[in-house]
């Protein structure tokens, strides 16, 4: 079987329907746009087709381009790897001005064969540029199918050209919230956007497009910017309103990326010089640019660690070979926010929830929490009534820990505390299936050591959810030392059904992310408490990519949080570098808890908003007349987290460098243009990595102190994704 196929009907119009053998979604290749393009031509040139329908035989139309594809060409091209993906990108605009034009004379416009899209579900990507090479596009009404072109969010913009069809066809502002925000479109929002024409019941789609086809006129087949005295929507970037425009999405782009995302910048440049020349020419700048990118190591990072890595984690890469783990029924302990947010995600997922609290009232208030979500969901209707009340049906609230017979799997989130957790665990194990995998809830607590209340340690396990737990992608789930591989496969399979994310690691105090993400906040702590300016930590910090500066995010989590995890990391390790603490325990003396308590390192506002740094760290901590650099205040804040990250995988805690990688963008918002710590550190190249944290070693501590690993990297002149490859690492040279 191929890709595309083809059939024509009684009426003479030819119908090519993308079907990629094996797959759930089409993703287009090399050898398929060949099949496509072939099939392109033969209808062309028959006197018996009349027009021609692209559609899917699946569900969905289109999951976008192999990405794969772009690294084979980049490593076949030898010494000029840019040139062969420029080849490539052009060869793409060739195709699709195929299916623009149909077959119409150059300077007549005339001549040319009706093409339409039928797009039955979600289609993203090259799916959505083939669609806009089209002369019609129909979509099914099927408000669970999205439409758009997200390439920014994994470091690319559309290359096919959907930047230059799609700012030509709307105009550079309202092309926007499509090219420079990556968002996907319900069938009637992208019929307002111009991403489709007509949205048409399910059933009759193909019908629909091939009506569309039979009746189409010769001048409803000629592109706007194909006609004469075309001008682009909202003014062309020479034109008064099209200049003030283009100021204005330069301005925003830099306040929102920082600087740090080039692919946004390239998208806006290939649209501002497309506009100043003819279509054609337009497309080649765009292919420029999009080679720009694909050439620039930010790009290629995000795409293997947003992309190709994340995907293989959820497609379970590093999970056991066990039979199928399927979740049918889980119990959770605790219907704190967290309790509360893990009944939600499960419950929407399909599965049965019993959710216990040591008081009614408490286990009421905790499914009122995922009603509240829903809720939101009705008012923006994105969920039916019908839907809030199934998902509700799913979640019993009890006190009874009785009800948790027949649960394949629970999940403890009660308070940090070891003999609560003790507690809970006995009671819950007493009452549930005997096969079934006990998980805990913890984001600090050793597992191997609550494991100790369990009778029945091989079958638990940990699994650190992430704050708020319906939004926050990532799952870290926790091996302890006698953990079975059922467990890690039900914790993974679990995780899979309620579509978060998956990394796995080895017990280990803080285990991988929090790990990495203390150092981070510490640093930023030392650097105020040695007279570095509050302002220029929390700004370094967003200007290297981090979502939030290391103060913002301590108020966030919570200054009392960190106090306690202070206090109970100084008790179990006695050489604990506590340097910090003085002034989390002043902030917490203050009653400046944080956001919490509308008071922290920020000032808040009576409705919680922030309103500036607190003065009052300048009367404790007087800042410098000599204020250091801003790269090295935003080394000292990076080499902190991923010099962590690089301990971790020599210790066996983190056992994939993707994980590694994945985890750190989804889990903490690690720098996502660097693609992850160690896809940071093959950018910076791991000699310059060892010689920078001698340097750092130098001016500010042993903290910086070059691991052995790095060192021994940095010596053979290693890449992490040239040593480790595509799977668990094995530290072998």
Known sequence: MTDFTMEIDAEGVAVITWDVPGKSMNVLNREAFTTCEALIDQALADDAVKGIVITSGKSTFAGGMDLNVLASIRNESGDNPAEGLFNFTMNGHRILRKIERAGMEPKTNKGGKPIACAIPGTCAGIGTEIALACHH????????????????????????????????????????????????????????????????????????????????????????????????????????????????????????????????????????????????????????????????????????????????????????????????????????????????????????????????DSADKGKAHAEGILDKGVARKKVTSEKKAEVLARITATTDYAAVKGCDLIVEAVFEDPKVKAEVTQKAEAAMLDTGIFATNTSTLPITMLAKASARPEQFIGIHFFSPVDKMALVEIIKGKQTGDVAVAKALDFVRQIRKTPIVVNDERFFYANRCILPYVNEGVRMLQEGVAPALIENAAKLVGMPLGPLQLTDETSIDLGAKIARATKAGDPDYDDTTDELIFWMEAEGRLGRKANAGFYSYDDKGKRTGLWDGLGARYAVKDDQPDLTDVQHRLLFAQVLEAVRALEAGVLMDIREGDVGAILGWGFAPWSGGPFSWLDILGTPYAAERCDQLTEQYGPRFACPALLREMADKGQSFYGRFGEGPAANAA
Do not use: C
């Not at 189409?216 to 006609?227: L, N």
């Not at 994340?310 to 979740?327: H, I, M, S």
């Open 137 to 360: 596009r129909v979509m099914a009404d099927n408000p669970k199918a999205k439409i758009g072109l997200p390439e920014i969010l994994v470091g690319l913009f559309p290359g096919a050209g959907g930047t230059t069809r799609y700012s030509r066809m709307v105009g550079a502002m309202a092309a926007a919230p499509v090219l420079l925000e990556g968002r996907m479109l319900d069938p009637k929002k992208a019929k307002s956007a111009q991403l489709v024409d007509n949205v048409v019941p399910a059933e009759g789609l193909l019908q629909a497009a091939k009506d569309w086809v039979l009746n189409a006129s010769p001048a409803d087949i000629v592109k706007p910017w194909d006609a004469k005295g075309y001008k682009m929507p909202g003014g062309a970037p020479y034109h008064p309103a099209g200049f003030m425009t283009f100021v204005g999405a330069s301005a925003m782009i830099h306040g929102k990326t920082k600087g740090v995302y080039p692919a946004a910048k390239a998208l806006l440049s290939a649209i501002y010089e497309g506009a100043l020349v003819d279509f054609d020419t337009a497309l080649k700048i765009e292919a420029r640019y999009f080679t720009q990118i694909l050439m620039n190591p930010s790009s290629s990072a995000m795409i293997r660690s947003l992309f190709i890595n994340k995907e293989a984690l959820e497609k379970g890469a590093n999970r056991p070979a066990v039979p199928d783990q399927t979740v049918k029924k889980v119990g959770i302990l605790g219907a704190g926010m967290m309790g509360a947010g893990i009944a939600y995600v499960s419950a929407n997922a399909g599965i049965e929830v019993v959710l216990i609290d040591a008081k009614q």
